[in-house]
Every structure is written in structure tokens, then in C-alpha cells.
């Protein structure tokens, strides 16, 4: 059995923390994550933690979770984490070719949009560009 400690996102399922020092994602954002440790009673316990700033949760080919670019890093859910609250900014869509943007404030997407003319957006300059852009967070995965 498996306990929650220390955020207010919900726990995973419990067959994901089996091993202690293991870092899992939290399933509800693009930078969040889970620590799995075990308590004195021997049951697991869970920590849930964030990336850095600038840095979403991945978890590599070996299965260790690590804390990469945000550009770097393909996610399902709201890209708009961390930005956005200054002023607006855009971050790229994922799976879209790198041609689409979303417009962030205060870390949640308020608007979708996409580049003109077969132009991609950059979401390091944050502008569309006739540069071909290929980060691995708006490539075309495959189905």
C-alpha cells in the first residue's frame, strides 16, 4: 500500500512506486513529479516535487525521471506551467510539426494559435519563424 505526503496533487497508482529513490511522474502536469521512498514502517511513501522553472519531468529510456528543457520534453498536458505570469508568453503545442503556439498566462493556455505560411514557431525567440524547428516538444510522434 502505498501513501501520499506532500502536495495537493493525487497520488498515482500504487503499483508505480515500488522502488525506493525512484522519481515517477504525477500525471497532471508537464513538470511534476513523485518521490518514492520508503517509511519507517516499510510501506512506500510518496513526495511530490516540481522541475525547476524553465525544466518539465521525463522520464529516459533507463527509466530514471530527470528534469530536462522544456523543449526538450513532449507533454500531454498544459505547457503553459511557469509562464506567463509577468507578462504573456507562448509556448509550443505538442505533436503539431512545431507549427502551433499557445498563448500562457498566469501558467494556464488561453489561447491556440498557429504560424502562417508554413512557417514553425520557436518557442526560444518566441516567434514564428521560416526556420525548420524540431524540438522533440512539438515533433510529430507517430501512431
Do not use: W
Not at 1 to 16: F, I, K, R, T
Not at 43 to 71: A, W
Not at 110 to 132: A, H
Amino acid at each position: 500500500m502505498n501513501l501520499y505526503y506532500g502536495g495537493l496533487v493525487p497520488p498515482p497508482l500504487s503499483d508505480e512506486c515500488s522502488e525506493a529513490g525512484s522519481f515517477i511522474p504525477d500525471k497532471s502536469s508537464c513538470n511534476g513529479y513523485y518521490l518514492c521512498y520508503e517509511g519507517d514502517d516499510g510501506q512506500m511513501l510518496l513526495h511530490h516535487g516540481d522541475c525547476p522553472v524553465g525544466g518539465f519531468f521525463y522520464v529516459n529510456d533507463n527509466g530514471i525521471g530527470v528534469c530536462k528543457p522544456r523543449s526538450q520534453v513532449q507533454c500531454d498536458y498544459d505547457r503553459c506551467v511557469n509562464l506567463g505570469y509577468t507578462n504573456i508568453e507562448l509556448a509550443n503545442e505538442s505533436n503539431d510539426g512545431c507549427k502551433g503556439y499557445v498563448l500562457c498566462q498566469d501558467g494556464v493556455s488561453i489561447f491556440k494559435g498557429t504560424c502562417p505560411n508554413g512557417e514553425y514557431f520557436n518557442e526560444l525567440t518566441q516567434r514564428c519563424t521560416t526556420q525548420v524547428i524540431s524540438y522533440t516538444a512539438c515533433v510529430m510522434t507517430r501512431t
